[in-house]
């Protein structure tokens, strides 16, 4: 994969590259400081995946940066990384300008996520927390409702007896359960259930 990574602070780029190679393997990478040098390698190379700091897009103009992304092939990932609502971005991924939207201090698991959902072609909004209802829903979960009830149970301090006992259903299936929704979310640690509760407006 050839990834061009357009963002001007050192370490947001190294943990960038990191983030990207745990989820696929990269052939090259460009990085890009500066609004003339993300211009420049846009208009030199092809790449796989795009990703840009909007601080840097705005130094040259967001609309004239993104409309250079529609040289490179239909298949490139584009993605920007945001630091304020800012509503009209959403606007171009529903126009496919864009396919995805996430915040900078977004959590490393909401980051992961992210990328997974965006490499595998969807189009994906991470959302800053505290936004009001209608845009609360940043990465899709897919969780079923049942799912649903489980996981609102684990995160509040349920056990597995106890939620069986209140949903009439048995332990093991509630187990069960707990370990579609790990799979949805990707939880591997047990800190990240409270991290989606939080995110979800659960707790």
């Known amino acids: 994969m050839r990834v061009l990574a357009g963002v001007s602070h050192e370490l947001l780029q190294y943990g960038l590259i990191q983030l990207i190679k745990d989820v696929r393997s990269v052939d090259s990478m460009v990085m890009a400081e500066t609004a003339s040098e993300l211009v420049h390698a846009l208009k030199q190379y092809r790449f796989d995946l795009i990703v840009i700091d909007d601080r840097l897009a ?3 103009g967001i609309r004239s940066t993104l409309s250079l992304l529609e040289n490179q092939s239909p298949s490139c990932k584009r993605v920007l990384m945001y630091h304020d609502s800012f509503h009209e971005l959403e606007i171009l991924v529903q126009q496919n300008k864009l396919q995805g939207l996430f915040y900078e201090q977004a959590s490393l698991n909401e980051l992961m996520i992210f990328f997974q959902q965006v490499l595998k072609g969807d189009k994906t909004i991470l959302r800053m927390y505290g936004e009001d209802e209608t845009n609360q829903k940043s ?3 897919d969780l079923s409702r049942r799912e649903e009830e489980i996981f609102n149970m684990k995160v ?7 939620s069986a006992k209140l949903l009439n259903i048995s332990p093991k299936t509630v187990e069960n359960h707990r370990r579609n929704i790990r799979k949805k979310l990707n939880i591997t640690k047990n800190h990240q259930w409270f991290e989606w509760g939080k995110r979800l407006g659960v707790i």
């Open 58 to 60: 705005k130094a040259g």
């Open 139 to 141: 990465v899709s979960t």
């Open 156 to 162: 509040r301090g349920y056990s597995v007896v106890d």
